[in-house]
């Protein structure tokens, strides 16, 4: 069973729409990553985040340990955010643990 | 700034061939360095973490090995490839602190025949 459970597994919007993907984790982490892999295949951080929110541009990243969740919002959706958007987890080793990824599409 | 670099960017091989994929990062020291596979339709899969020259760790045991012969170098290779080691082949480094933000090379796309 994976640790870590994304959703949805594929989303389409329409350009301009605000975009959530969430993810869920079943174990103690230190941090929390959102990754962004590019048609072409290649993969770019997006976040680290340990508690509470980040944002950068129109990307926002928020965790709540609690209850073991993350959300990766988009606001004003673009074509060039098309892509898959990976969450991940660290907690006392070095290696990621990674999600299998929300493939999203958005529109003109 | 730092860069990382991976070659080939694509790989056709035959079965029972041997593989050396390399990767090399810049401006930086005493990196870790992480190789990844990505089998077709599946996520991201540790194969190999190094926190330092000639110190390997291996997460899935498997048809293929690594080495880091020099800081800021690491290879992953195998003896005889088979048809399941197909997939698309990341490295990535990080800082040298547990759990920190890691940055991926371009990768290599093997297809083995």
């Known amino acids: 069973k994976n640790e870590v459970e994304q959703s949805p597994q594929n989303l389409t919007a329409q350009e301009g729409e605000f975009i959530t993907i969430n993810c869920s984790y079943s174990?103690?982490?230190?941090?929390l990553h959102w990754l962004q892999q590019h048609p072409g295949g290649g993969i770019v951080s997006l976040f680290m985040?340990?508690?509470g929110k980040k944002k950068h541009g129109r990307l926002i990243a928020t965790i709540n340990i609690q209850e073991k969740h993350s959300s990766l919002h988009i606001t004003a959706s673009h074509p060039r955010d098309s892509a898959v958007y990976i969450c991940?987890?660290?907690?006392?080793?070095?290696?990621?643990?990674f999600g299998k990824g929300t493939s999203l599409l958005v529109t003109p | 700034s730092q860069t990382i670099h991976q070659w080939p960017a694509t790989l056709v091989q035959p079965v029972g061939s041997p593989l050396s994929l390399e990767c090399t990062v810049e401006?930086?020291?005493?990196?870790?360095l992480y190789w990844y596979r990505q089998a077709a339709g599946r996520g991201l899969q540790l194969l190999f973490y190094?926190?330092?020259?000639?110190?390997i760790s291996s997460e899935v045991p498997q048809n293929l090995s690594a080495s880091r012969p020099q800081d800021r170098q690491f290879i992953l290779s195998s003896k005889k490839l088979l048809l399941s080691d197909s997939g698309f082949y990341l490295c990535a480094w990080s800082p040298g602190r547990v759990g920190d933000t890691q940055y991926f090379g371009p990768g290599t796309r093997l297809t083995v025949l």
């Open positions: 991940a987890y660290s907690n006392s080793g070095y290696a990621l643990n």
């Open positions: 985040l340990s508690s």
């Open positions: 174990v103690g982490i230190s941090a």
């Open positions: 401006g930086t020291s005493n990196p870790n």
């Open positions: 190094s926190v330092g020259i000639g110190q």
